[in-house]
């Protein structure tokens, strides 16, 4: 069974800077995508940023390229979101979400539905 846990989450003033973390249980192979949601109060779960652990890709959502950066430790099967100069618009949950082994990201990598495990979910909050 696969188990993701996200922390970091927090409060940040407008222009602050936080880091995400999400432990994922490992497969036993690098071919699979994983990837940050997020979602605001009465809006749809929405692809923040994926990464393609078997050939290093990663992929962002326009709103938040040049401001955020997705990586992976795969010695710790860790999963980082670092996002900087952030903006009351990235007030969310966050989630990290995995597809299934044997996968890859590519042009659909924000798909929800291509992911199947997921995390519980962690808080931000950006006040201007």
């Known amino acids: 069974q696969v188990h993701l846990m996200e922390s970091g989450g927090g409060s940040v003033q407008a222009g602050g800077s936080l880091r995400l973390s999400c432990a994922a249980s490992?497969?036993?192979?690098?071919?699979?995508?994983m990837a940050w949601f997020r979602q605001a109060p009465g809006k749809e779960r929405e692809a923040v940023a994926g990464?393609?652990?078997?050939?290093?890709?990663?992929y962002y959502a326009d709103s938040v390229k040049g401001r955020f950066t997705i990586s992976q430790d795969n010695a710790s099967n860790t999963l980082y979101l670092r996002m900087s100069n952030l903006k009351p618009e990235d007030t969310a949950v966050y989630y990290c979400?995995?597809?299934?082994?044997?996968?890859?990201?590519?042009?659909?990598?924000?798909?929800?539905?291509?992911?199947?495990?997921w995390g519980q979910g962690t808080q931000v909050t950006v006040s201007s």
């Open positions: 490992p497969y036993t192979d690098s071919h699979y995508c």
């Open positions: 990464i393609y652990p078997g050939g290093g890709s990663t």
């Open positions: 979400a995995k597809t299934p082994p044997s996968s890859i990201c590519g042009g659909t990598w924000y798909a929800r539905l291509r992911y199947l495990h």
